[in-house]
């Protein structure tokens, strides 16, 4: 664990997250955030985790009764590593994910162009903001629902102690190649954080 991660008793905001000697941008996804997605859209085939990590979604994924393909351009020790999602040309029926923080732009381009029927990226509700989106992501392949979180997510480095609560509004947000060309805007109900934080 990074000593700097909690400085005079506080946690750095997700806005200012570091990387993990693993690669690049590390954070596993709380089992606690899949679940809440795959609670309210239903996914029909294969899902595509296509930055798994450690395989932490992937097993929630797994869990819910789809078959799942999982890789990562690092080598985690889960699924197949080396793959690039951004250069990808292997279409999936669905693909979710957690993106690299700095690459949400052309996970979502490259999600659009890969997914057959649906793809999900968790971000940050700040994503909906930007000219520059407006313009491009949101003119041209508008979400189709984004359901926001009412609960926090904390997102910690592998190893770290959980504690405290995340200071950031996430996220899902849903393309479905099935729905009609406009955003619904959902929330998440309480809950979701209790009922699945324990580790089956």
Known sequence: MDATYNLNGGFKPTMKRFADLNGPDY???????THALMENEKFVGEIWECACGDGAMS???ESRGNPVRSSDLFNRGFGKAGVDFNT???????IVTNPPYNSAESFVRSGVRLARNKFALLLRLAFLEGANRANTIFA????????????RITFYPAGAVQAGSGTTAYAWF???????????????????????????
């Open 27 to 33: 954070f596993p996804t709380p089992r606690w955030a």
């Open 140 to 151: 041209e392949c508008p979400p189709s629902r984004v359901w926001v979180f009412s609960e």
């Open 59 to 61: 097993r929630v994924l």
């Open 174 to 200: 849903v393309w479905d190649k099935r729905a009609p060309g406009i955003t619904e805007l959902k929330w998440f109900q309480p809950g979701y954080k209790q009922k699945f934080s324990k580790v089956a």
């Open 88 to 94: 990808a040309t292997t279409p999936a029926d669905n």
